[in-house]
Nanobody, 117 residues
């Protein structure tokens, strides 16, 4: 099983940028599609972006298309989420996960992103 540690969150003004990182342990990282989810207070956890095992295919929630970019470096066992043009509604705890048949397989501690207006 892949163990995951997210980092890179913080406080940023609207319109700013952040890059989240997710470091994975284990030798099977490159075998998994990966996803970034987020959960805002009082809301359900939602899928923000996903990426295929080799990084050749990505998908995004409509709310972040054109603003967020997911990428991965299998040599470093790391998946990234570059977030630009941030909005207050992007405020949430962000989690990465390995996707097994399209479903999340477990959660790390997450990283808080707060966007001020």
């Amino acid at each position: 099983q892949v163990q995951l540690v997210e980092s890179g969150g913080g406080l940023v003004q609207a319109g700013g940028s952040l890059r989240l990182s997710c470091a994975a342990s284990g030798r099977t990282f490159s075998s998994y599609a990966m996803g970034w989810f987020r959960q805002a207070p009082g809301k359900e956890r939602e899928l923000v972006a996903s990426i295929s095992t080799r990084g050749t295919s990505t998908s995004y929630a409509d709310s972040v298309k054109g603003r967020f970019t997911i990428s991965r470096d299998n040599a470093k066992n790391t998946v990234y989420l570059q977030m630009s043009s941030l909005k207050p509604e992007d405020t949430a705890v962000y989690y990465c996960t390995a996707l097994v048949f399209g479903s999340p397989s477990g959660w790390g501690q997450g990283t808080q992103v707060t966007v001020s207006s």
